[in-house]
């Protein structure tokens, strides 16, 4: 499937990429991007551990708009089993990144993940971390979200990472607010936490003070993490 807004969608990241700077998102050179993935691996271990999941082995989880495979190697970092992992990524090079990175028995999928061929009910999570705020057109988030939704098995949830405030700077993206996500899922329950310290703050701060700082300055925290469960 080749929509108009995932036709959009990857002019939009075309354009990002033109002009990203690499160094911005590099974990090695960029204490802020670091801080942020470890702060968000923390809160996911912690909602995972609370639902009940005391291991991640053996689990069916996938992640959409997996990228180059970096959350699907912390989730194998986290004890997830390879063969149980499934990353879905629209761009094509993007996708074979991934590939390169992660061991063959993780599948990858290229292309749109509302044509993706998952069995409904078969994943126990679902991840989708700063993908609702790439998809501006509001019918499609809608139908994304159905996609997701039928995925997850009862008992699992749908994982989701995004924008709570717009960037001024990047016309591209449109925030996903707690009410949002509320009427995305609305047979959810919904677990949720305000995290990351806002980035153009924390690249200004000395690296020992970039976690202090989250901690103090909630209301500069710019993203959200949810853990949307499906009843049993």
């Given at each position: 499937m080749n929509t108009p807004e995932t036709r959009a969608v990857e002019?939009?990241?075309?354009?990002?990429?033109?002009?990203?700077?690499?160094?911005?998102?590099?974990?090695?050179?960029?204490?802020?991007?670091?801080?942020?993935?470890?702060?968000?691996?923390?809160?996911?271990?912690?909602?995972?551990?609370?639902?009940?999941?005391?291991?991640?082995?053996?689990?069916?989880?996938?992640?959409?708009?997996?990228?180059?495979?970096?959350?699907?190697?912390?989730?194998?970092?986290?004890?997830?089993?390879?063969?149980?992992?499934?990353?879905?990524?629209?761009?094509?090079?993007?996708?074979?990144?991934?590939?390169?990175?992660?061991?063959?028995?993780?599948?990858?999928?290229?292309?749109?993940?509302?044509?993706?061929?998952?069995?409904?009910?078969?994943?126990?999570?679902?991840?989708?971390?700063?993908?609702?705020?790439?998809?501006?057109?509001?019918?499609?988030?809608?139908?994304?979200?159905?996609?997701?939704?039928?995925?997850?098995?009862?008992?699992?949830?749908?994982?989701?990472?995004?924008?709570?405030?717009?960037?001024?700077?990047?016309?591209?993206?449109?925030?996903?607010?707690?009410?949002?996500?509320?009427?995305?899922?609305?047979?959810?329950?919904?677990?949720?936490?305000?995290?990351?310290?806002?980035?153009?703050?924390?690249?200004?701060?000395?690296?020992?003070?970039?976690?202090?700082?989250?901690?103090?300055?909630?209301?500069?925290?710019?993203?959200?993490?949810?853990?949307?469960?499906?009843?049993?």
């Open positions: 002019d939009r990241y075309a354009r990002r990429d033109r002009h990203a700077d690499a160094q911005r998102y590099s974990l090695y050179a960029n204490a802020a991007a670091l801080q942020a993935q470890q702060e968000r691996l923390r809160a996911l271990a912690r909602l995972w551990r609370a639902h009940g999941w005391a291991d991640l082995v053996g689990r069916p989880l996938l992640e959409v708009g997996c990228g180059s495979g970096g959350n699907l190697l912390d989730l194998l970092r986290l004890g997830a089993t390879p063969e149980q992992l499934t990353g879905i990524e629209l761009l094509p090079e993007r996708a074979r990144a991934a590939r390169t990175v992660l061991p063959e028995s993780v599948r990858i999928l290229a292309g749109d993940a509302c044509a993706a061929p998952i069995t409904d009910a078969s994943q126990q999570a679902v991840l989708a971390f700063t993908v609702f705020s790439s998809l501006l057109d509001p019918g499609y988030r809608r139908q994304f979200a159905h996609t997701l939704w039928r995925w997850v098995a009862p008992g699992g949830g749908v994982l989701v990472y995004d924008f709570v405030v717009n960037n001024p700077h990047n016309p591209d993206v449109r925030k996903l607010p707690l009410d949002e996500l509320r009427a995305l899922f609305p047979e959810a329950r919904l677990h949720s936490r305000r995290l990351t310290l806002a980035p153009p703050v924390a690249r200004r701060l000395p690296a020992r003070l970039i976690g202090p700082a989250s901690l103090l300055l909630h209301p500069l925290r710019t993203h959200r993490l949810t853990w949307a469960v499906k009843p049993r």
